[in-house]
């Protein structure tokens, strides 16, 4: 079944300490990208990827970081949570940047 | 950034009724998509648009876009408890930078009552 899986579905997490969502799709697809969503404020960009090695910001890049040696895993690494951070992620992925998006179930993140 | 804005922000119909949302962006775009969102899971996409098409169906599904006005509309005909949720529209831009990434608005949440 084509899925994009993340994990943890909850975390809850103090201040400071680094934590890794971790995101993988089996389409072969060459885009990913994360998200999070807060309330009345849609889905914000934090980061994406045009393929391996290769990452650029979104909207909302600090405080996160990603990478991408697989083409399949995109992770997301909070160096250093803070609670502004509490969110709802979603990780997604597609052909390209212009193509349809397919998500994952989200990872709901709060930070004390 | 060319997020789009969704109207109404919220919307109550009864089943059987149509609901329509409509999206308002800022700047030229390569392709409108709209997803949908059940309660707190994953976006769920739903139909793509692109800039030089006027209308596209699918199922009970209907978008327009009118590039002058910058704006699309989502109309659910004959719309099911199944179909509340939230939806969103989002836009690809026109070149190779803000192709990079969809923007998406805030969202409609659409309630279907019995």
């Known amino acids: 079944e084509a899925q994009v899986t993340q994990n943890p579905r909850y975390l809850i997490t103090v201040t400071g300490k680094k934590l890794t969502v971790t995101c993988s799709q089996n389409?072969?697809?060459?885009?990913m990208s994360w998200y999070r969503q807060d309330p009345g404020l849609g889905l914000r960009q934090i980061y994406y990827?045009?393929?391996?090695?290769?990452?650029d910001k979104g909207d909302v890049p600090e405080g996160y970081k990603v990478s991408r040696k697989e083409k399949r895993n995109f992770p997301l690494i909070l160096e250093s949570p803070s609670p502004n951070q509490t969110s709802l992620y979603f990780c997604?992925?597609?052909?390209?940047?212009?193509?349809?998006?397919?998500f994952g179930n989200g990872t709901r993140l709060t930070v004390t | 950034s060319q997020q789009g804005e969704e109207d109404p922000q919220a919307l109550s119909i009864q089943e059987g009724e149509n609901a329509t949302m409509n999206c308002s962006y800022k700047?030229?775009?390569?392709?409108l998509q709209w997803y949908r969102q059940n309660s707190g899971r994953g976006l769920v996409h739903l139909i793509l648009?692109?800039?030089?098409?006027r209308e596209k169906h699918s199922g009970r599904l209907r978008v327009t876009l009118d590039t002058s006005k910058k704006s699309s509309s989502l109309l659910i005909t004959a719309s099911r408890a199944a179909d509340t949720a939230s939806y969103f529209c989002?836009?690809?831009?026109?070149?190779?930078?803000?192709?990079?990434?969809?923007?998406f608005g805030t969202g409609t949440r659409l309630q279907v009552t019995l």
């Open positions: 997604a992925s597609s052909l390209s940047g212009l193509s349809p998006l397919h």
């Open positions: 389409m072969n697809h060459e885009y």
């Open positions: 990827s045009m393929n391996v090695e290769v990452t």
């Open positions: 700047t030229s775009i390569n392709n």
């Open positions: 648009i692109r800039s030089n098409e």
């Open positions: 989002a836009t690809a831009g026109p070149g190779p930078g803000t192709a990079s990434k969809l923007t």
